[in-house]
């Protein structure tokens, strides 16, 4: 990689899903070390921008392209997206009956390590290692032995998102809603799991309706998404103004 | 529009689950055959080259008379094209010399055969904790471990033999459990069937080995009708296995067994199939028709009687074993998981008749539908007057994968009495899209995924299976379903 390239270039995107074009002409370009939030009103393509990202099946890509550590990775699997460092915290994670979260986890941490030719890591070593990043969520370890997201509260599923961050240690996490149904207190602790998380090699990508998660992480760039491109960027300020005024001045 | 992506799931999902059947090869050796159809005259031959008692070929008789009267059940969710009972081959059996004494005279070709299936006959590589008694179309070929079996008392022997050698068992207990006209395929099974295996566990005993009857349809044309028989005596107990494959043909076959247990007070009889019958290609094209009968009588006091069954073979399959709970405190269980894929059909389930006073039965179906099948549970649960205290508990889960496949759930039940407790869970799951992608966001393929959730779904069964069908269990399951999930 070119010094100094961007993490995440992503130019002229247009993306369709059953023939209905959502994105169109995004452009973004994300450097380590940066976090951007994106904000904007519901349906304005903010979660397809997120899948897109990882790669999910049902949306074509149209044209345009997405480059990440100088490549353009469209031709590639979810899971080879994921093996090179794209992370997707879900905003509905998903419940998997029968299969138990610490399994999920392990199977999850060792076929990265396969991917790098690593050595996989068998179940005792893998407690160890999980032990650790579960204080950094403030889990308790109970939640290994359950099954995976099945009767979490919505709490429990967003900070089992963030562990499985953690876990993976990926170099751009995009969180969709990680912060909505949240009560304070969990906001706190997923706030500070995630900052404890950042450092100058990664990025992450907020895409969030409130600013309240924004009181805890500290935006490099805010961005305003509207029917499926980006229609303002600004600092942190921006969005307070959005908070305060909503988003119909910015239209037109 | 068709969403694109169900498309590209469901591709790599029915990839999974359309691994190529292993077991679909067929075996040339010389047979003996009675020409196809079925009238008086096929059931006086098979009873003259079975060398049968009087009482035999009566039975036959007046199974077939029977059979004759009735009609094919229609109640099931299963649609397959009119059966011609005058196309199918009663009788085939390999060619033998004479009775065989030991091994070394079995059709080196046969003992191949078994070999391939993964089943040894020959002394050197026996299973060490199993007897294995081989049937091939329509004939036992080997029982292995007979001699140590009997100085236990146990008899463990081809049905036909049994016929021979313990004619007042056979008359005692044959169509005890199962009456002749039970059903249209009891009664043409009694009026037919060719051989099976016969367990007798005497006063007293526990079993020394696990006893286990590895069935094969070879002949393209033939039917398979087994009759198996398990007799435990008072305070005896004893685990018992079954394995089916078939070859590949475009036609189908059809397989009509009847199995009937027997526990007397204080017995306990543990039943494990694994059937893995051809299932048909990935159009529906051939297959085993798989329509079986198979009873439990739970005769004597505390007698219990376990079914465990594995079904991820057979085109169609039409099977409810089953449990007649009369001694008092009388224990019945049922086990399933179900797997079908492609056009496949499963109309499966039990049936808990409660007679006897604080019996308790225990029902856990798992059904696993992908491709385009169907697959439905349906049970009994029929607690009379007297079955004071009985008490039953059922869980039906079902597993979809991909969006065209189709599950059922049937329970009906009965209670004729105020002190029962009846419990009945049921819950549908799906392994769709959305699941997939999770598991590949995180870095896990898709194979892994499948794998991970298919055992996690029928985890509770697997821990009901004899140590080494588990394993193979598991492995089948996954490999039945390579392709299916996306």
Redesign the interface.
């Known amino acids: 990689m070119i010094l100094n390239s961007p993490l995440l270039e992503i130019k002229n995107l247009q993306v369709s899903i059953?023939?209905n074009k959502i994105l169109k002409d995004l452009n973004l370009t994300v450097n380590k070390g940066e976090i951007h939030a994106i904000m904007g009103p519901n349906g304005s393509g903010k979660s397809t921008f997120s899948k897109v990202l990882?790669?999910?099946?049902?949306?074509?890509v149209l044209n345009g392209d997405i480059i990440f550590k100088g490549t353009s990775i469209l031709d590639l699997?979810?899971?080879e997206r994921?093996?090179l460092g794209i992370?997707?915290a879900?905003q509905y994670?998903?419940e998997?009956?029968?299969?138990?979260n610490e399994?999920?986890l392990r199977?999850?941490y060792n076929?990265?390590q396969k991917?790098y030719n690593k050595p996989e890591v068998d179940p005792l070593e893998f407690l160890g290692i999980i032990n650790e990043k579960l204080k950094l969520v403030n889990m308790s370890s109970l939640f290994l032995s359950r099954?995976v997201n099945e009767g979490f509260s919505g709490g429990e599923k967003k900070r089992n998102e963030i562990l499985?961050m953690i876990l993976?240690d990926s170099e751009l996490s995009i969180l969709d809603e990680t912060d909505s149904g949240l009560d304070i207190d969990a906001l706190k602790i997923i706030s500070n799991g995630i900052n404890q998380f950042m450092n100058p090699d990664k990025a992450i990508i907020l895409i969030t309706h409130y600013q309240r998660l924004l009181d805890y992480i500290s935006p490099t760039y805010v961005h305003v998404m509207q029917n499926g491109k980006i229609i303002k960027t600004g600092s942190a300020e921006l969005a307070k103004e959005l908070e305060n005024k909503g988003y119909e001045w910015l239209q037109r | 529009m068709v969403n694109q992506s169900n498309k590209v799931l469901n591709k790599d999902i029915t990839k999974l689950v359309n691994q190529n059947y292993q077991y679909g090869f067929s075996t040339n050796i010389e047979k003996d055959i009675i020409e196809k159809g079925l009238n008086e005259n096929t059931i006086r031959l098979i009873s003259k080259k079975k060398k049968e008692t009087k009482f035999l070929l009566e039975f036959r008789l007046k199974a077939y008379k029977k059979w004759k009267q009735m009609s094919e059940p229609e109640w099931a969710y299963l649609k397959f094209p009119q059966i011609d009972y005058q196309d199918i081959i009663y009788y085939s059996a390999p060619k033998v010399q004479k009775k065989l004494k030991d091994l070394n005279q079995v059709d080196p070709e046969l003992l191949r055969t078994f070999e391939k299936l993964g089943i040894s006959l020959t002394e050197q590589k026996r299973l060490a904790n199993v007897a294995i008694d081989a049937v091939f179309d329509s004939v036992s070929i080997a029982t292995t471990f007979k001699e140590e079996l009997s100085k236990h008392g146990v008899i463990f022997s081809s049905i036909s033999e049994a016929i021979n050698e313990y004619p007042d068992l056979i008359e005692k207990y044959l169509g005890s459990v199962v009456p002749i006209s039970d059903n249209y395929f009891s009664a043409l099974n009694s009026a037919v069937f060719t051989d099976g295996s016969f367990c007798y566990i005497p006063k007293d005993t526990i079993c020394p080995l696990d006893l286990s009857t590895y069935f094969r349809i070879n002949d393209q044309k033939s039917g398979q009708f087994e009759r198996t028989l398990i007799i435990a005596e008072k305070n005896s107990k004893v685990n018992y296995l079954e394995g089916c494959t078939a070859p590949q043909y475009d036609t189908n076959q059809l397989h009509a067994a009847v199995v009937e247990l027997i526990a007397l007070e204080n017995a306990s009889i543990k039943y494990s199939t694994v059937q893995n019958w051809y299932s048909g290609n990935e159009f529906g094209k051939g297959g085993v028709y798989n329509f079986v009968t198979k009873r439990g009588l739970c005769a004597g006091l505390n007698s219990r009687i376990s079914w465990t069954q594995v079904e991820t073979g057979s085109s169609i399959t039409w099977k409810y074993p089953s449990c007649l709970l009369v001694g008092d405190n009388s224990q019945g269980e049922f086990y399933s998981i179900a797997l079908t894929n492609n056009y496949q059909q499963a109309d499966t389930g039990t049936k808990m008749i409660h007679i006897g006073k604080n019996t308790r039965s225990r029902i856990i179906s798992k059904g696993i539908s992908a491709g385009k099948s169907k697959n439905s549970y349906r049970g009994l649960v029929n607690v009379t007057n007297k079955a004071l205290g009985a008490r039953n508990y059922s869980q039906c889960d079902s597993l979809l994968i991909g969006s065209a496949s189709n599950a059922n759930t049937f329970p009906f039940i009965s209670v004729q009495n105020s002190t029962t407790k009846i419990e009945h869970e049921a819950s549908t799951s799906k392994i769709g899209e959305e699941q997939i992608f999770y598991f590949l966001q995180r870095g896990i393929n898709v194979e892994k995924a499948v794998e991970l959730m298919i055992s996690g779904f029928c985890r509770e069964i697997f821990t009901k299976l004899p140590l080494e069908f588990a394993a193979e269990a598991d492995k089948l399951l996954t490999l039945k379903l390579e392709g299916s999930v996306g």
């Open positions: 059953n023939d990882a790669g999910h099946p049902a949306y074509s699997e979810p899971e994921s093996h992370f997707l879900f994670p998903i998997i009956p029968g299969v138990s399994d999920f199977l999850a076929s990265k991917f099954n499985q993976l």
